[in-house]
T-cell receptor, first 117, second 116 residues
Framework: GENVEQHPSTLSVQEGDSAVIKCTYSDSASNYFPWYKQELGKGPQLIIDIRSNVGEKKDQRIAVTLNKTAKHFSLHITETQPEDSAVYFCAARIYNAGGTSYGKLTFGQGTILTVHP | DTGVSQNPRHKITKRGQNVTFRCDPISEHNRLYWYRQTLGQGPEFLTYFQNEAQLEKSRLLSDRFSAERPKGSFSTLEIQRTEQGDSAMYLC??????????????FGPGTRLTVL
């Protein structure tokens, strides 16, 4: 099945700096890659996603890039703010053995981002 | 609030007891997922419903676990004879049947289970 590796596990930056989190996936058939932000005691919140027919997507201070050949994708946060501090998860949509997908996601292990004022 | 809701938010039980969690998806979302998240890890897929049909189950879902979605709206997840290893956050997510948000999964706040 699909395997998603995420790095780094912790990331500490100063307010205003950029933060980059990287993920690799194993299933070349995966075609949808969301990023979630999870704050303490809350469920994951979708912040940005990218489909495999696109190489880059940007939404204000957040951008995601995808390299299908290398099977890796990255989250870029610019001009970080203290409220960006949270756990970030990447995920990939996997296919079952029959070649159909019901949309289940495989998540990375998470990155604890701390933005210091 | 029109988001995914889950009840209870916290559940403490003794080993061997049965517990049941409820998930109410976003209205008109016909697809519903259950995930389990242990401390310091990402969510892991448990099971998937499309309307009332349970179409996929993970190998993580042992025979002590059962999930239902009787009318294609809310869903329940029951764990029988709980074990300490069942302690985790149980997350529910829903997705719409079509439209630009088709791929998106909207998560609820989760139910945190502690088995003593």
């Amino acid at each position: 099945g699909e395997n998603v590796e995420q790095h780094p596990s912790t990331l500490s930056v100063q307010e205003g700096d950029s933060a980059v989190i990287k993920c690799t996936y194993s299933d070349s058939a995966s075609n949808y890659f969301p990023w979630y932000k999870q704050e303490l005691g809350k469920g994951p919140q979708l912040i940005i996603d990218i489909r495999s027919n696109v190489g880059e997507k940007k939404d204000q201070r957040i951008a995601v890039t995808l390299n299908k050949t290398a099977k890796h994708f990255s989250l870029h946060i610019t001009e970080t703010q203290p409220e960006d501090s949270a756990v970030y998860f990447c995920a990939a949509r996997i296919y079952n053995a029959g070649g159909t997908s019901y949309g289940k996601l495989t998540f990375g292990q998470g990155t604890i981002l701390t933005v210091h004022p | 609030d029109t988001g995914v809701s889950q009840n209870p938010r916290h559940k403490i039980t003794k080993r061997g007891q049965n517990v049941t969690f409820r998930c109410d998806p976003i209205s008109e979302h016909n697809r519903l997922y259950w995930y389990r998240q242990t401390l310091g890890q990402g969510p892991e897929f448990l099971t998937y419903f499309q309307n009332e049909a349970q179409l996929e189950k993970s190998r993580l879902l042992s025979d002590r676990f059962s999930a239902e979605r009787p009318k294609g709206s809310f869903s329940t997840l029951e764990i029988q004879r709980t074990e300490q290893g069942d302690s985790a956050m149980y997350l529910c997510a829903s997705s719409p049947p079509e439209g630009i948000s088709y791929n998106e999964q909207f998560f609820g706040p989760g139910t945190r289970l502690t088995v003593l």
